[in-house]
């Protein structure tokens, strides 16, 4: 089973574009179609001065150094490390429509470049993530994990400030969260049984209340309610313990309350092969575990591998995906 990946270049002026190009110059166990402008390709080849070839659907078959496109002009052609804000709609527009083709069966999954968040805002456009814009798309709850060959670390909460994340910690998210995360690990992972850690919102996961008292009143009651119903769950578990390698060899994914309370081990363990992969929405879509990198932009000097995991692992999820519909159907034939 061969899938059809979208693959987002994201900000045009930062390294999006270039990696694309690198990402160009292999074979993949996927056909690659691109959503973004092609002109900004181009650009991004004669820096690096690598080879590209891009056809439109239907005029070529997919080789190395030779990409199926779905241009999508920008207004401008943006320098290298200088974001243009009357391109925000062109991106937007790019990741819209890529998953708008995944939601459709046209694509079997979608991997997405780095995009700039006050790019996009200052183009009057309210952003504040491709994971959020997706799932309203999709009209469905989605989780960010982020993984590596060592760990998966989920999210619990967000892109919000730091003052905020007790308030948005309740009994429902809690539960929403793990729902998700537990069914993506066995349908979308193939661990049949997973077990999930989960962290403490406080230091020592409160100290039995005297800390906090979030892990007693919301946590630790939601745990309990979710294990009755089968699920393996560790925790509330006091984070700055967790992550030991002889208690993390134990747990399938280690869920976080907040950004950075999960994220920092993750990226320090192995930062250049980590992926962001949303979790619950239709169809596959991983993404770069980094930003825009405006100041490298054009220099040849940006690391793919990133780009590369990401398109390993949503080819991986979709055959995975295209393979439980084939044996789905075959069932009710």
């Not at 504040?128 to 994990?145: F, I, Y």
């Not at 989920?154 to 009994?171: C, D, G, K, Q, S």
């Not at 220099?299 to 393979?323: E, K, V, W, Y």
Request: aromatic fraction near 4%.
């Amino acid at each position: 089973m061969r899938p059809r990946l979208a693959l987002i270049p994201g900000e045009p002026a930062g390294i999006g574009p270039e990696l694309v190009v690198r990402a160009a110059q292999l074979e993949w166990d996927a056909d690659l179609v691109i959503h973004g402008d092609a002109e900004t390709l181009q650009c991004a080849a004669r820096a690096l001065q690598l080879p590209l070839a891009l056809h439109r659907t239907g005029e070529a078959p997919a080789t190395p150094r030779s990409l199926e496109i779905v241009d999508i002009p920008h207004p401008c052609v943006a320098g290298f490390g200088s974001p243009e804000a009357v391109n925000a709609a062109s991106v937007i527009q790019s990741l819209l429509q890529a998953g708008q083709a995944c939601i459709d069966g046209k694509l079997d999954g979608l991997v997405t470049g780095p995009v700039h968040k006050a790019a996009i805002n200052d183009g009057g456009i309210a952003y504040t993530g491709t994971t959020g814009l997706l799932a309203e798309q999709a009209g469905c709850d989605v989780v960010m994990m982020l993984a590596n060959s060592i760990v998966r670390v989920a999210l619990l909460t967000t892109h919000i400030a730091l003052r905020a994340v007790a308030n948005a910690i309740t009994p429902d998210a809690l539960r929403n969260t793990l729902r998700i995360l537990h069914e993506a690990l066995r349908d979308d992972f193939g661990i049949a049984d997973p077990t999930i850690a989960v962290l403490g919102l406080n230091p020592h996961a409160g100290e039995a209340g005297h800390l906090g008292d979030e892990e007693l009143r919301i946590i630790e009651p939601t745990l309990d309610a979710l294990r009755a119903s089968g699920m393996r769950l560790a925790g509330p578990l006091p984070a700055d313990t967790a992550f030991l390698p002889d208690k993390l060899c134990n747990f399938d994914a280690v869920l976080a309350m907040y950004h950075d309370q999960g994220l920092p081990v993750l990226k320090y363990s192995d930062f250049a092969n980590a992926v962001n992969i949303s979790l619950g929405l239709p169809y596959p879509r991983v993404a770069v575990d980094h930003g825009t990198a405006l100041e490298l932009a054009g220099t040849g000097t940006a690391d793919p591998s990133s780009l590369f995991a990401a398109i390993n692992t949503c080819a991986q999820l979709a055959r995975r995906r295209m393979h439980a519909r084939a044996v789905s159907t075959s069932t009710y034939q």
